[in-house]
């Protein structure tokens, strides 16, 4: 199970507490963050935080932490959408395309790569919904409340 470390933002109406998590870029933990490009691409389009809604029977103070879990599995299946998905869609695509190219009597390698590039894009909307459908039914639980932070005065 992944955890993460979420902020409870408000308590919602008939059992929902509404979370927010802090995004977190792999870019930020190297040593050459600071003259790397992708670090600042990530820095400056990555959301900062995602805030989202969890069904829980207990009320939670505003500001509050909890350590809330996801399964692996729905992570692993989503990648695999969106990723892979795409590659069969484009050997699919190209298969097909030089199939129809010798069919057609054009140049097959052209009509191929076409053919290709427009599979791994239909393949690539698909799995992009079907990996959606997955996380919004994938709700995260609350796997305990880390209470609130301390809070230093000056």
């Known amino acids: 199970m992944m955890e993460e470390v979420a902020r409870v ?3 919602g109406n008939s059992g929902w507490v509404v979370v927010e998590v802090e995004m977190k870029s792999a870019c930020n933990h190297c040593e050459t963050s600071e003259s790397c490009g992708t670090s600042a691409v990530s820095k400056a389009f990555s959301p900062k935080v995602q805030r989202f809604s969890i069904q829980s029977e207990q009320q939670y103070a505003k500001g ?3 350590k809330l879990g996801l399964p692996e ?7 695999t959408l969106v990723y892979i998905l795409p590659l069969f869609g484009f050997f699919i695509g190209a298969f097909i395309g030089n199939l129809t190219a010798k ?3 054009v ?7 076409s053919a ?3 599979g791994g894009f239909l393949f690539w909307t698909m799995g992009k919904k079907a990996a959606k459908k997955l996380e919004e039914h994938a709700q995260p639980i609350i ?3 880390l209470g609130k932070p301390i809070e230093i005065a000056h």
């Open 9 to 11: 933002v408000a308590n």
């Open 64 to 66: 509050e932490r909890l």
């Open 73 to 79: 599995s729905v992570i692993l299946k989503a990648a």
């Open 103 to 105: 069919l057609a009597e």
């Open 107 to 113: 140049h097959p390698d052209l009509f191929a790569i």
């Open 116 to 118: 290709g590039v427009l």
């Open 143 to 145: 796997i305990k409340s």
